[in-house]
């Protein structure tokens, strides 16, 4: 994945509070995976938050610690044992090549895809 967030702090806590578009590059194995998929279209993407720290079982929400301090499965954090992100994200164009620009998308570039799953509702 490429995108303008290069730092975890310049990413916000969720795409649709002024996340960028990103392009998803997929690898020439996976392309005809891409049939069907257009502009327009509503897609789940799964992420490996590669930068997460994995032994982080509690956190203040949003990092802020006037928040109460729930445990992390309560929470959207990325810091997590198993660092996963879930992604509600637009189609905005395909381009050659594997090459998807989609948004919003709070994932930092260079974070690996997991999968992408087709949505039925518009982020």
Known sequence: MRSSLRRREDAPA???????????EILPAFLEGLEGIA??????????LHLAE?????????????????GVFATRSPDRPNPIGLHLIQVRQV????????????ALDGTPILDIKCATVKP
């Open 54 to 70: 994995r032994d982080v079982l509690s956190v203040h929400p949003r990092g802020d610690p006037q928040n109460p301090l729930p």
């Open 14 to 24: 969720q795409g649709p509070e002024g996340a960028p578009d990103a392009w998803l």
């Open 39 to 48: 502009a327009g279209r509503s897609l789940i993407l799964l992420t490996w």
């Open 95 to 106: 381009a050659s090549g594997g090459r998807l620009l989609v948004g919003p998308l709070e």
